[in-house]
């Protein structure tokens, strides 16, 4: 592998476990994967930090099959088990389910909310504090656009939130990374890549925000690393804040 590029993703995932205090010792991690490029790239970061960490941890990883046509599910078990030593795998019906005519709300709303539930499920069954997911830079910045476009509000995912009052953890290791880097750190280390077998892929808001975000990346070359700064240097005094009716009595 190129030196630095492997330099580069190790130094922006430790970066961003060191800012926000991810992993601890003697944590036990579940590693969210997809059978993506990223929860890939995640799981062969956080297995080689294991093996080098001054700290001890240990992951499990685990992949929720929505229950469609044309599962991976056996080959990706196959392959993890051969490199890591062990794939949870977990089979629903989400997928499907999102997808019927029972359901009236978006399917990707629906099937992730589902799949989300599930894997905090998991995560207390097998004494997982911390869910891992392999949400990247990239992805970080698209969810700031979608909020503001389709919610009317300005938020996005947070490289480490807690839930259920601290009792449980989600970890994004790879929110400093951008996905070029993913991509080519993956290929360059023969990471399998499963192709996603769900009818809505590249048909979301998501896709349609990524293409708007890459026309604009293309102009300047500066607006990603803009973008992503922007969000820690929120200028609050010049936002716009709801105010009393100035014409109404004061009590």
């Known amino acids: 592998m190129k030196t630095g590029l492997k330099k580069r993703v190790y130094h922006a995932v430790g970066k961003a476990i060191h800012e926000w205090g991810m992993i601890h010792e003697n944590d036990r991690i579940l590693v969210g994967l997809s059978g993506g490029m990223d929860s890939q790239v995640m799981l062969n970061i956080l297995s080689g930090l294991q093996k080098k960490a001054p700290i001890a941890f240990d992951i ?42 029972e359901n009236r709300e978006n ?13 905090f499920e998991i995560a207390q069954e ?6 891992a997911l392999g949400h ?5 910045i698209e969810t700031l656009f979608i909020n503001m476009c389709y919610a009317g509000k300005i938020g996005t995912m947070k490289p480490m939130q807690s839930f259920f ?5 989600i970890i994004r290791p790879l929110s400093y990374v951008e996905k070029k880097d993913i991509v080519r750190f993956g290929q360059l280390n023969d990471l399998p890549e ?8 590249n048909k979301t808001k998501r896709s349609e925000i990524r ?16 973008l992503f ?23």
């Open 165 to 169: 009052n601290g009792d449980l953890d």
């Open 194 to 201: 499963f192709k996603n077998n769900c009818p809505s892929a």
């Open 126 to 131: 097998t004494h997982c504090k911390k869910i």
């Open 107 to 119: 399917p990707c709303f629906l099937c992730s909310r589902l799949r989300r539930k599930r894997l």
């Open 136 to 140: 990247n830079k990239d992805d970080i």
């Open 60 to 101: 499990l990883p685990v992949y929720i099959d929505a229950g469609f046509e044309g599962s991976f599910a056996k080959e990706l078990k196959h392959y993890v088990e051969m490199a890591y030593g062990g794939l949870k795998i977990d089979y629903k019906d989400y997928g499907v389910l999102a997808h019927s005519s």
């Open 229 to 251: 700064r922007s969000m820690h240097n929120v200028a609050v005094d010049y936002l716009l804040e709801v105010k009393h009716d100035r014409h109404s009595k004061s009590t």
């Open 211 to 226: 293409g708007l975000l890459e026309t604009l990346y293309k102009h300047n070359k500066h607006i990603k690393g803009n």
